[in-house]
């Protein structure tokens, strides 16, 4: 019954002719590892289409959610991890295999007459599948796809004449967005794969047509391909995909940077390791010789490589086959050359490594963000997931803002004129200086403010006293933005709280605050809402009020913030920042792919 069957779906289909024609193809001089590349190439490919196609069912392209949702593919679905990380390393695993089969069919001459367009096509392969690393490289719209897709686009860019529109076209405009996003996603998956099956079809089709090269030095004895070819082939598509899988797991799935940030200039952008070596050959042509590196050198080498199965027209067969294998050997040994050059020059660059090590840092931050329930990924898009983190904006806008005059845990870049901001507004830093107010992390370097040690040199208090006065002030940081000063003193937690008397008493002879002091013994600042996020802003604001350090006739004093300068979205980062008001980041990060 089952034959009969059989029989049936053939009479309609001609199988059987189609099987024939894959398994018992010819193998002039027998099976041979070597001859397995092709089919471990079309493997890859299917399971390329395969994974992508998986992809494509979670992928967002835009802007401003495909960040989230490569996110998502890599750490909420089911398997996405995996999926991704196939799709990843498989493509690398592509470029690998095709440049051995290259070299295969050149020590083979298989690229000669009469199989001059396959070589031709196989080129073509080659080109489309370099298109879609570069196209797919920007898909997750994270840092590092960002910047290597500038330089590429920009190389894109300084071609001869058409070199900027092309540019414009992939780009979809002057800036990098949105429409470079679905410009790359279109070429991605809806452009690039029809060409590849199509230069594919034409490629096994001419394998077909003429036949695998056989052996200079075999017995001319063709065996089918089956069984021993075809099991070569199965072993060698298993090892491979095998090998991915391994890799795959062992980095735990692919990478995912930070989200892209235009703004952040000093990223070290570095394109994959199979373009190393053309990123070390553009270091040699600077300037105006830069199309030389880009252009010229490049072009040439794919002109040769196209034109190499006509070399045997002008030169005898076998001079020409050990010019071409010399050829495609040189180039090769070159880039590995520059490869490595390439590495070996950053392993030693201390900025290229602390910007590396920076750019690890977000990444980490970023997936972490986005992991925490309490924030994840903002809707408005993922290029504001670090914008609004307090640890790594507040930290920047402090660094830029801030830590030329003062510094922080210690730590300054500039003249370390003012006090230390780490912890400023709680009991911890109020407490410290209160015990030394001239130490070098309080007002020792501010000029002009001596008002606290001249009051260290006089005060009564005792160290029990500054205990409890200090755990009065420190309430002040937690008082609400809109609550008034006598409103305040009205409650009971104040009214009856001991430090009161000794604040009134003691502090209250310079620091002002209606209802509770009346100052007059010298100027200083007002300490209503001390270290709360209202205190923070006027200080950063209007440092030059009354109430703040206006009364002070130095020069040399804390400048005015306006808002071109710390916008109010980053005022409120460096003051969560300041005030700890921030997710903490875990000791070590939970899921860090
Ligand atoms: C040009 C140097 C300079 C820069 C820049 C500067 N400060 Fe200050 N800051 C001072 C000085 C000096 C004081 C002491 C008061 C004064 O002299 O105005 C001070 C005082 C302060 C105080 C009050 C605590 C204290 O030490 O008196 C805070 C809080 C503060 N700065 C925060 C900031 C923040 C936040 C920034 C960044 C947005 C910043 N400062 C930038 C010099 C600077
Ligand atoms: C002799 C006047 C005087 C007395 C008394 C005094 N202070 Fe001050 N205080 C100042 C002056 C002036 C400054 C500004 C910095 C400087 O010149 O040292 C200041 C600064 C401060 C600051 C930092 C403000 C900022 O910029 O962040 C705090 C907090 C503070 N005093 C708390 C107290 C407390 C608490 C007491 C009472 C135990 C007290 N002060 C007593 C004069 C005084």
């Known amino acids: 019954m089952f034959k009969s069957l059989a029989d049936w779906i053939n009479d309609r289909t001609g199988y059987r002719a189609l099987a024939d024609q894959a398994f018992n193809e010819p193998i002039p001089g027998g099976a041979r590892w070597r001859y397995v590349f092709g089919s471990a190439l079309a493997t890859v490919f299917c399971m390329q289409a395969f994974t992508g196609l998986l992809l494509m069912t979670a992928y967002s392209p835009s802007s401003s959610t495909a960040w989230g949702s490569v996110f998502y593919i890599s750490h909420v679905m089911w398997m996405g991890w995996f999926i991704r990380g196939m799709h990843h390393f498989t493509a690398q695993a592509m470029i690998v295999l095709l440049a051995l089969h290259v070299l295969q069919v050149l020590l083979a001459g298989a690229y000669r007459r009469p199989r001059e367009f396959n070589w031709w096509f196989g080129m073509a392969l080659l080109f489309v599948t370099l298109g879609f690393s570069l196209t797919g490289y920007l898909l997750p719209w994270d840092q590092k796809g960002y910047w290597a897709t500038k330089v590429a686009t920009n190389i894109m860019g300084g071609a001869p004449v058409i070199g900027p529109s092309l540019q414009k076209v992939f780009v979809g405009g002057v800036d990098y967005g949105n429409q470079t996003v679905t410009r790359f996603y279109g070429i991605h998956v809806g452009l690039l794969p029809p060409l590849l099956v199509a230069c594919l079809a034409a490629h096994i ?63 070290p952008a570095r394109p994959e390791w199979y373009f190393l070596s053309l ?11 830069e199309a030389i590196g880009t252009m010229v050198i490049p072009g040439a080498i794919v002109l040769v490589m196209l034109l190499l199965p006509l070399l045997d027209r002008i030169l005898p067969r076998s001079f020409a086959h050990f010019l071409a294998c ?71 806008v402090l660094e830029k803002r801030c830590l030329g005059c003062h510094v922080h845990d210690g730590k300054g870049l500039g003249t370390q004129s003012a006090s230390d901001l780490a912890r400023f507004g709680t009991r911890d830093w109020l407490r410290g200086m209160l015990e030394n107010p001239g130490a070098g992390s309080y007002f020792k370097h501010a000029k002009g403010c001596d008002g606290m040690m001249e009051w260290k040199r006089t005060t009564k208090l005792k160290p029990n006293e500054l205990d409890v006065v200090a755990d009065f002030v420190a309430g002040f940081a937690s008082i609400p933005d809109d609550v008034e000063p006598t409103e305040w003193l009205n409650q009971k937690e104040v009214a009856e709280h ?56 130095t020069s040399n004093r804390m400048p005015a913030f306006g808002t071109d300068q710390v916008s109010d979205a980053d005022l409120n980062m460096i003051i969560r920042y300041l005030k700890d008001d921030y997710l903490k980041p875990a000791a070590a990060p939970a899921q860090a792919r």
């Open 279 to 289: 990123f070390q050959f553009l270091k040699l042509f600077p300037g105006r010789l």
């Open 205 to 267: 089709a001419l394998v077909r047509r003429h036949g695998h090269t056989p052996p200079q030095k075999a017995p001319a004895t063709p065996s089918p391909a089956w069984p021993e070819q075809v099991f070569m082939n199965l072993v060698a598509s298993v090892g491979v995909l095998s090998v991915i899988i391994l890799v795959v797991l062992a980095h735990g799935g692919a990478n995912l940077d930070a989200p892209a940030d235009p703004s952040n200039g000093d990223y």
């Open 326 to 396: 010399g050829f495609v050997f040189g180039v090769l040994g070159g880039a590995g050359f520059l490869t490595v050059q390439a590495i070996r020059d950053d392993w030693d660059d201390r900025p290229f490594l602390a910007a590396r090590e920076k750019a690890d840092q977000a990444r980490l931050r970023a997936i972490a963000l986005a992991l925490d329930p309490g924030v994840g990924v903002p809707p408005e898009g993922a290029g504001y997931l670090l914008a609004r983190d307090p640890l790594t904006q507040g930290r920047a």
């Open 498 to 553: 001991p430090g009161l008397k000794l604040f009134q008493n003691d502090c209250g002879k310079c620091h002002v605050i209606d209802g509770l002091s009346e100052g007059g013994l010298r100027d200083a600042p007002g300490l209503f809402a001390w270290g709360s996020p209202r205190w923070f802003a006027r200080m950063i604001r209007k440092p030059d009020a009354l109430d703040r350090y206006g009364y002070l006739e």
